[in-house]
């Protein structure tokens, strides 16, 4: 398997890790408080990629040299966390994720600007083409309060910045590096913002905040090799699987219903993945 076909399966384990942390986190909403959530979230992706650098004797922080790009990455990916916690909380999932699925069209807007990554002909329909199939599989009514739903979109655009970021240090910086670099500063500020409202959490909320890290390290792992293996505006396409794995985890989870509209925005985010796909596997002749 080569790097492109990795960073595919990557995105694909990270998009479902991602679902599967907002669940709990809507599940666990109305007893933990968000700070709190975001504290835990990063602490155990701290914990994990700490061990494995020191287990292979690679620097925690990187070189100075790439300290600006690893700051941006770390402060508007903490930002981003926050927002999407918060908008999760407050308003619909189906409004959330929509808003929230927007960001491969930041990144390839981020990539283009600072990356310099030029934007293929097939980039553009099949990012259009899943933004389709996001709105039709999550029939968003857009009747949650004004608040949520603006954060639900800045959260997609300060994640655009931030993983843009990890492809700047892609080849020159560590995946775990990246990692630890943002789990630390975000550990430390949710920290630092959690004290005022801190709240013992009962067994149930130790589990669930638990979960948060363990799926929240899960999905920043496999996002963040994702993003150093291949091209940002290629990769970034995949993400849209979340809305099928939102999907499927709403209904088995939070008590949604699938519809005819879920499916159908399944089938049209599966086949724009499909097109991006082949078309960069034609472009760079790859072997299946």
Not at 6 to 17: C, D, F, I, N, P
Request: aromatic residues 10%.
């Amino acid at each position: 398997m080569n790097e492109r076909n990795q960073a595919v399966v990557l995105m694909l384990l990270s998009a479902l890790s991602f679902s599967l942390m907002q669940a709990v986190v809507k599940l666990s909403a109305t007893n933990i408080g968000t700070m709190e959530q975001v504290f835990c979230r990063n602490l155990i992706s701290m914990a994990i990629s700490f061990v494995l650098l020191q287990r292979s004797h690679l620097p925690l922080l990187g070189g100075r040299k790439y300290q600006p790009a690893l700051l941006a990455r770390s402060f508007f990916g903490f930002i981003g966390v926050v927002m999407l916690f918060y908008a999760t909380a407050g308003a619909r999932q189906a409004d959330i994720a929509v808003l929230n699925r927007t960001s491969p069209v930041w990144v390839s807007l981020f990539a283009l600007l600072i990356l310099r990554e030029r934007i293929s002909k097939v980039q553009i329909p099949v990012i259009l083409l899943c933004l389709a199939g996001a709105v039709a599989a999550m029939r968003p009514s857009f009747d949650s309060n004004t608040l949520p739903l603006v954060l639900a979109l800045l959260t997609a655009v300060s994640s655009g910045l931030a993983y843009t970021m990890i492809a700047f240090c892609r080849g020159q910086v560590n995946p775990m590096t990246v990692i630890f670099h943002f789990s630390l500063f975000s550990t430390i500020a949710a920290g630092l913002l959690m004290i005022p409202s801190f709240v013992v959490p009962t067994p149930r909320d130790l589990m669930m905040l638990i979960l948060i890290g363990i799926f929240g390290a899960g999905g920043q792992i496999g996002l963040t090799y994702a993003y150093q293996k291949a091209p940002v505006a290629e990769v970034s396409i995949y993400d849209y699987s979340g809305i099928i794995f939102s999907a499927i985890l709403g209904y088995v989870l939070l008590d949604e219903s699938l519809s005819l509209s879920t499916i159908v925005g399944a089938a049209l985010i599966t086949a724009g993945g499909l097109w991006s796909y082949c078309a960069n596997r034609k472009q760079a002749g790859a072997d299946w």
